[in-house]
């Protein structure tokens, strides 16, 4: 990733317009993730890279920068997420896509 | 509880057709759109065909915001270090009137919605719909927050992921396997580099696709289109490839998909394209892809369903269809709703012409044609050896190394042997004659 051309993926969500919510509308079930899932497909599927495994190895999410492309839910076959999209005027807000 | 005609979930291109429609005869109808404005939250790769919905609403596509005229339809296969490109260019791609444009969402989706206004719809934006609801099997309006909103006909035209019409019983939770991530960058350039760097005339664009080196051998591929100031740059990729990656992932194996559109970007191939641009905007959607097996009950009691909803959409390798298939499912919704106030029933009967048009239209005639392709697609050779060996043997064929060269006929007969005339791609091109 030393390419000039290539973004940190970051910088790139940093171009993007989000409202940003006070509720998260991710929610994860990190109970489910500790005891069933071994895959942890959430990590490689999220375009904007929002999981992570925190120092303890409890999954969370940075739902701030979501694409709200659901990826993760569809892939999720745990089922440890209840995903929603953003309340009315909120989530990113694309101005050209 | 307050009541309309006719409420649309979802203020896209397949909710904004059909309430244009509706508009238009006089329907009440209202359009619940969750973003600031309409294409807020759309994403296209994208171009959109017009010559299949150009004899729906024709005094719309004369006015439309498109981008460019697609002139230029362009296929590389990305090898090892080689690559082969398929270029076609014809005059009747852009004959008056032109088969296909690039379009960019936001811009595109807030000129429909305007257009719909205009017609006496109303579209209320940053109005998310948060449940459908349903009285004795019938769909009665929906619940906005705190509100409930009654009608005698609900548009559900809430995209790809079909929360609302999943949790409300009428169509299947979307499954991996039947959905793909696109995800793209919208890199700026100025217009005569544009036409420079793909060989067209002002206000002409190019599209192209890339297969091969772009997605790990996951089904999927690279796309480039030119609007009329950027670029769109985007990578697919098949959701359940990426959950058996996954699977199959060392612990040790950091990678995450949003790499492979950086790896693409900095390929040399790539590199030269994109060179000198400045990224604006960077997005994702999913894209239905489980083709005419996929599509749920189209309408019942009290609603239908349109466009990424209703799973109609087709990758067809070659043509990547969407828009055109949710303009034409809006359309013809809007006739079916047309039909059903004229006899006042808005039953599951009195809304049965929707599937029976959609039926006799391209939309559900071109999946049906398309019904093999899912299952096609789901061989990774597609996206590994063809690629390759396409580009390794017109490599060979280019190529005149120190020693003395064979002749033609031996160079690619002997390629051909090697990496077409094999158990595996006999096999593939036996699946092909269906596609």
Avoid at chain 2, 26 to 47: F, W
Avoid at chain 2, 172 to 201: S, T, Y
Avoid at chain 2, 361 to 376: E, G
Wanted: with cysteine; charged share 25%.
């Amino acid at each position: 990733m030393s390419d000039e051309s290539t973004m940190k993926i970051d910088a790139k969500l940093g171009l993007d317009v989000f409202k940003l919510d006070k509720e998260p509308h991710i929610v994860i079930d990190t109970e489910v993730c500790r005891t069933l899932c071994v895959d942890r497909a959430c990590l490689y599927v999220c375009p904007a890279s929002l999981y992570e495994l925190d120092d303890t190895g409890r999954m969370t999410v940075n739902w701030e920068g979501c694409l709200e492309c659901g990826t993760c839910m569809i892939c999720c076959d745990k089922r440890a997420l209840t995903w929603k999209y953003p309340r009315g005027p909120y989530g990113v807000q694309y101005r050209m896509s | 509880m307050e009541k309309v005609e006719c409420i649309v979930v979802g203020g896209g291109l397949a909710g904004l057709s059909a309430a244009y429609g509706l508009a238009d005869a006089g329907v009440e109808v209202m359009v619940l759109e969750r973003g600031d404005y309409s294409g807020a939250k759309n994403v296209t790769g994208g171009r959109l065909y017009a010559s299949p919905i150009r004899s729906f609403y024709p005094e719309l596509w004369e006015e439309a915001p498109f981008e460019r005229a697609v002139a230029r339809e362009l296929v590389t296969m990305l090898g090892d270090g080689a690559q082969t490109t398929i270029e076609v260019a014809s005059d009747r791609f852009t004959a008056d009137p032109p088969q296909s444009y690039t379009v960019l969402r936001a811009r595109f989706d807030q000129w429909l919605a305007e257009k719909v206004g205009e017609k006496g719809g109303m579209v209320v934006p940053n109005m998310k719909v948060d449940a459908l609801l349903r009285e004795e099997g019938r769909i009665i309006g929906i619940r906005a927050g705190e509100d409930e909103i009654g009608a005698d006909v609900v548009i559900v035209a809430e995209g790809v992921l079909r929360l609302l019409s999943s949790e409300a019983g009428l169509a299947a939770e979307p499954v991996d396997r039947d959905h793909a991530l696109g995800f793209k960058e919208v890199i700026e350039l100025p217009p005569g580099v544009i036409e420079d760097r793909w060989h067209l005339n002002p206000g002409e664009g190019a599209a192209q696709l890339f297969l091969g080196n772009v997605t790990d051998g996951m089904l999927g591929g690279g796309f480039l289109y030119t609007n009329k100031e950027s670029i769109s740059l985007g990578v697919v990729v098949g959701m359940k490839a990426m959950r058996e990656r996954a699977e199959k992932a060392k612990p040790q194996d950091a990678s995450e998909s949003y790499q492979l559109l950086d790896r693409f970007k900095a390929l040399p191939q790539i590199r030269p394209l994109v060179a000198g641009g400045t990224v604006a905007e960077y997005s994702a959607h999913a894209i239905p892809e489980g083709g005419i097996a996929a599509v749920p009950k189209l309408a019942g009691d009290g609603y239908l369903m349109a466009g990424d909803a209703a799973g109609l959409a087709l990758n067809a390798l070659i043509t990547v269809r969407g828009m055109d298939f949710a303009i034409a499912s809006g359309y013809y919704a809007a006739e079916a709703v047309k039909a059903a106030k004229a006899r006042a029933d808005f039953s599951a009967a009195g809304l049965a012409g929707y599937e029976a048009s959609l039926r006799g239209s391209f939309v559900l005639k071109d999946l049906q044609t398309a019904s093999q392709i899912p299952a096609f697609m789901e061989n990774p050779r597609l996206f590994t050896h063809y690629p390759r060996a396409v580009s390794r043997l017109l490599e060979q064929i280019y190529t005149v190394g120190p020693g003395p060269t064979p002749g033609l006929f031996k160079t690619a007969w002997g390629g051909i042997r090697r990496d077409f005339m094999n158990t595996g791609t006999v096999k593939d091109a036996w699946s092909a004659r269906r596609i």
